[in-house]
Nanobody, 126 residues
Framework: QVQLVESGGGMVQAGGSLRLSCAAS????????MGWFRQAPGKEREFVSVITWGGSSTAYADSVRGRFTISRDNAKNTVYLQMNSLKPEDTAVYYC???????????????????WGQGTQVTVSS
């Protein structure tokens, strides 16, 4: 079972930037797509972004496309989420997730991901 640990969350003013990191341990993130989801208070967990195992393909939610960039370093078993031009509506707990072994391709629903991190809080003030 892969363990995922997120870091990089915090509080920032609108228009600012943050970079989230997610390190995988206890297994390998190879041959697995990895993604980011977020959950705001009182709302369901929603898809943010995903990257294939090789990093050649990515997908983004409409609400973050053009502002967020996902990337990964397979040598470090780490996936990143660069968040620019942050808005108050981006405030949420951000979760890293990894697909089951062998599932390398794009997926955007929570049911497609087998392991989750504990989450990191991102707060954007206006």
């Amino acid at each position: 079972q892969v363990q995922l640990v997120e870091s990089g969350g915090g509080m920032v003013q609108a228009g600012g930037s943050l970079r989230l990191s997610c390190a995988a341990s206890g297994g390998t993130s190879s041959s697995r797509a990895m993604g980011w989801f977020r959950q705001a208070p009182g709302k369901e967990r929603e898809f943010v972004s995903v990257i294939t195992w090789g990093g050649s393909s990515t997908a983004y939610a409409d609400s973050v496309r053009g502002r967020f960039t996902i990337s990964r370093d397979n040598a470090k078993n780490t996936v990143y989420l660069q968040m620019n031009s942050l808005k108050p509506e981006d405030t949420a707990v951000y979760y890293c997730a990894v697909r089951p072994f062998g599932f390398r391709n794009i997926a955007t629903t929570t049911a497609d991901f087998g392991s989750w991190g504990q989450g990191t809080q991102v707060t954007v003030s206006s």
